[in-house]
């Protein structure tokens, strides 16, 4: 029966952390002027996934409305864009 609470009470604290989730909006916001992958990670902290293509590399960041995509060619963000 401990289990079953301790199991219930992790679950819902997930589905909280859920919702604090940053929308699209503040995502772009705070990142708002950056031009580095360090002045990135800053602003944003470590991105929910990382896909590289040779010296390319794609952050994608989960948001509670979708999710923002920034294009880093070397050490330079060049490209960011906002996914459903």
């Given at each position: ?8 009470a992790l679950f819902s604290l997930l589905l ?35 896909s590289k293509f040779g010296p390319i590399e794609?952050?994608t960041y989960k948001a509670s409305d979708g ?18």
């Amino acid at each position: 029966m401990r289990f079953i609470r301790t199991t219930v009470a992790l679950f819902s604290l997930l589905l909280l952390a859920a919702c604090f989730a940053p929308s699209k909006a503040d995502l772009l916001k705070k990142a708002k002027g950056v031009s580095s992958r360090a002045e990135l990670e800053d602003a944003l902290g470590e991105p929910s996934d990382v896909s590289k293509f040779g010296p390319i590399e794609k952050w994608t960041y989960k948001a509670s409305d979708g999710s923002v995509v920034f294009v880093l060619a070397g050490d330079t963000v060049t490209i960011e864009a906002t996914e459903d």
